[in-house]
């Protein structure tokens, strides 16, 4: 049951109002709860909200905590948000709904390796690298277009593309950057917006935002 002053209300209140003020029909925005890090009784109480859909960063993380809420709380949708190992490769299509941290060829490879011998794959995102951080993960901008044929070419199906802008900066440009290179490349999805920016994405045209602290509290450490 949904407490209505609870902060998984109040930013479903605050999404609703962002689609509504962008013309965008209610509903098209999903909402990811980011609960990486978090302690399971604050995963637990959203869980009870009614909220199915999660974000993890951590594979080790994400397979210790899953299997047992998703045992109690069926329809559970797991995202995985942070960087891929290759070697957690196969973990992560067992476990992961969608990938949104697709930033390489040898990734695209393995996954579409393992969607071929299990005869599908998780939703796929491909993350890019905007702000061209040397230090960030995630494809550049002007290897976008070039990357999404590779992909394309190995019969994956990416679902779209996904961004972490600058720390510090006016993320706006990056989201509406984003939504260029998705509609030049034909790709429906859009992953970016997170506690500080949410409402500017949904303006830029999010579909999936990932919401973490602003949620759950302020993570303690790993974050
Ligand atoms: C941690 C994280 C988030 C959530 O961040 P908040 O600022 O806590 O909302 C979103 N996206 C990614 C990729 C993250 O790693």
Redesign the pocket.
């Given at each position: 049951m949904t407490d209505s002053s609870s902060p998984l209300a109040t930013i479903r209140r605050r999404l609703a109002a962002a689609e509504a003020a962008a013309g965008r029909a209610p509903g098209s925005v999903t909402l990811?709860a980011?609960s990486?890090v978090q302690p399971d009784d604050r995963v637990r109480a959203v869980l009870a909200e009614g909220q199915r859909v999660f974000?993890e960063?951590y594979v080790q993380e994400a397979a210790a905590k899953w299997p047992g809420f998703r045992a109690t709380f069926p329809g559970v949708q797991l995202h995985m948000?942070?960087p891929l190992q290759t070697n957690k490769a196969k973990q992560a299509v067992e476990l992961f709904d969608a990938i949104?941290?697709l930033d390489r060829a040898s990734l695209a490879e393995k996954l579409a390796r393992l969607a071929q011998a299990r005869g599908s794959s998780p939703a796929l995102f491909i993350q890019v690298n905007t702000g061209a951080e040397p230090q960030k993960a995630g494809i550049l901008p002007q290897d976008l277009d070039a990357f999404v044929a590779q992909v394309r070419a190995l019969d994956l199906d990416p679902q779209g593309l996904?961004c972490?802008p600058p720390e510090g900066a006016d993320s706006a440009p990056h989201f509406k950057t984003l939504a260029e290179m998705a509609a030049r490349n034909g790709l429906p999805g859009l992953s970016m917006g997170?506690?500080?920016d949410?409402e500017s994405a949904v303006a830029h045209g999010a579909t999936h935002v990932?919401?973490?602290?602003?949620?759950?509290g302020a993570?303690s450490a790993k974050?």
């Open positions: 990811i980011v990486k974000g960063n948000i942070g949104h941290s996904m972490i997170m506690s500080s949410f990932r919401v973490g602290s602003a949620l759950f993570r974050a």
